[in-house]
């Protein structure tokens, strides 16, 4: 079975200041997707940032990056120089073989000027 | 393409009543996955269909729960009977295909309330 930890209930962070998000996981599997989202007020949930587990390089895309530490079983979400817009919940998720998607419990990162 | 539909965005009920909710995945996803989520916590799966086929269903669904994929493109999710534990955002979301890193693309939900 998989299983996806965040231990972060909430973060504050001050604006243009990098935060990192925890998430760790739980898989027998070897191919399996690690998978980052982000949820405003709005509900909606918006894909950031995928790794692989076969992807030799951490993922990044503009502000996020995400640390891939496949020993550890950790793929932790940096935000750098965060913005007001940030504030919002942040879900881990994995994907083993490309079926369902298991999230953790979030983290709401909230972003003070 | 607009993204991930879901119809209604809101929706009241009374307890004991039925509910519809209706997604339209991106038109070119054959994957379509339905999750529960309750305030604080992370989406629950509930079940995914790859085209019209049911490929996996969750222990959360109990028998006042079904959906269909009739033609492989739009879904529904029927709950019978509701309940206050049913009151809920219900999130569909959908995805290009099978494989470990294809992302998925989410809804903006519906919301439940059971009173």
């Known amino acids: 079975a998989q299983k996806i930890t965040q231990t972060q209930p909430g973060m504050f962070v001050q604006e243009k200041e990098a935060v990192t998000l925890d998430c760790t996981y739980d898989?027998?599997?070897?191919?399996?997707?690690l998978f980052w989202y982000k949820q405003p007020s709005s509900g909606e949930m918006i894909f950031l940032i995928y790794?692989?587990?076969?992807?030799?390089q951490n993922a990044t895309e503009g502000r996020y990056s995400l640390n891939f530490q496949k020993a550890r079983k950790s793929a932790n979400l940096v935000i750098s120089a965060s913005q007001l817009g940030d504030s919002a919940m942040y879900f881990c998720?994995?994907?083993?073989?490309?079926?369902?998607?298991?999230f953790g419990t979030g983290t709401s990162l909230t972003v003070i000027p | 393409d607009t993204g991930v539909s879901q119809n209604p965005r809101h929706k009241i009920t009374k307890r004991g009543q039925n509910v519809t909710f209706r997604c339209d995945p991106i038109?070119?996803?054959?994957?379509l996955y339905w999750y529960r989520q309750t305030l604080g916590q992370g989406p629950e799966f509930l079940t995914y269909?790859?085209?019209?086929?049911?490929?996996?269903k969750s222990r959360l669904l109990s028998d006042r729960f079904s959906a269909e994929r009739p033609k492989g493109s739009f879904s529904t999710l029927e709950i019978q009977r509701t309940e206050q534990g049913d009151s809920a955002m219900y999130l569909c979301?959908?995805?290009?295909?099978?494989?470990?890193?294809?992302?998925?693309?989410f809804g903006q939900g519906t919301r439940l309330t059971v009173v």
């Open positions: 269909f790859q085209n019209e086929a049911q490929l996996e």
């Open positions: 998720a994995m994907s083993a073989y490309g079926n369902q998607f298991y």
């Open positions: 979301a959908s995805s290009l295909d099978g494989r470990a890193n294809t992302e998925a693309f």
């Open positions: 038109s070119e996803h054959n994957r």
């Open positions: 898989t027998s599997d070897p191919s399996y997707g």
């Open positions: 790794q692989g587990s076969y992807d030799q």
